[in-house]
């Protein structure tokens, strides 16, 4: 087959754009002369318990699953009986990015809380926290906060574990949709176990994909009694792969050694410095009419653009609108963005915004 894309064409319009990592690759080809036992029963998928262990706790339990859709539904839908409802974010993925698949593929209620920031805070969630026991609403017993957000922004351990805390203490459990872990890590400098395992989270959708694999997640269970028949509904679910150990060579690839680090680094390091070229730019006035709506805390940057900017700057990398009534879009950042690729787009906003 030949190449049929450009590589020199670049975008900021999702972490997914990029391709697969060398290292990944590489573990797929290693992982691939010879026969292994299928569905999960590999040496592969066995070595990524002892991965995720490390990570998640000794009493972690790594499903490997095709994609973070995947992840959250099956997740969520362990975590919840029939009559369960999840408070989630407005903002959540799984309330605004999954084709409704956690109400039609798990029969999950969610109830979604506005928010700033995409955060939840224990107030936020006693927004839609109530009706225990009430037969006509849908009982509220999973929170779902995602780390790093859909907008960019972080949560710390300590507001984690508020929530945790928060959610325990009403019979609820926490579910963290980590589809950007590896940037949360490297953002804050801690390793994953400090935001998600000893701050109080229950299950995990743990991310690969964005951060350099071709296509692998996994919910990973930090708390058995949260979580039933997983292995079950992620059949239903159509998420158990047959060849599991190249989902699992993937993320062993990612998460054994520093793999997920140097990534989420390199991603969080160029939406840094996109973030601050446009404002060094609209400082010595290079740049004109750019807000920015949300801290860079990892690799994402929200801002408002002037009228028209937008379509224009798209016409020659593709980014999306966010919310295109306010003129705010969304710039992503994934580990193989570079610098020049940075230089470039904010010479243009600075030639699109002047003229
Ligand atoms: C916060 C979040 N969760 C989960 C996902 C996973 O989605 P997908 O099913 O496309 O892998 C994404 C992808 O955009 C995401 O941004």
Known sequence: ???????????FASDNYSGVHPEVLAALAAANDGHQIAYGEDLYTERLQHVFARHFGDDAQAFPVFNGTGANVTGLQSMLPRWGAVVAASTAHINVDEGGAPEKVAGIKILNVPTDDGKLTPELVDREAWGWGDEHRAQPLVVSITQSTELGTL?????????????????????????????????????????????GVDVVSAGGTKNGALAAEAIVVLDPAASAGLPFLR??????????????AQLIALYEDDLYLRNARHANAMAARLRSAVEGGLADGSIVGVRFSQPTQANGVFAILPDGVADRLRESFR??????????????????TTESDVDAFVAELSRLTRG
């Open 155 to 199: 949560y710390t351990p300590d507001e984690i574990r508020a929530l945790a805390d928060h959610a325990h203490a009403r019979g609820m459990r926490l579910h963290l949709d980590g589809a950007r872990l590896s940037n949360a890590a490297a953002a804050l400098d801690l390793p994953i176990r400090a935001f998600t395992l000893d701050a």
């Open 235 to 248: 059949k239903l679910n159509m998420q158990l792969s047959s060849k599991m150990r190249f989902v699992s």
């Open 319 to 336: 980014f999306y609108d966010w919310d295109a009534s306010k003129n705010e879009v969304r710039w992503m950042c994934s580990f193989d």
């Open 1 to 11: 087959m030949t190449t049929l894309h450009d590589p020199t064409i670049r975008s």
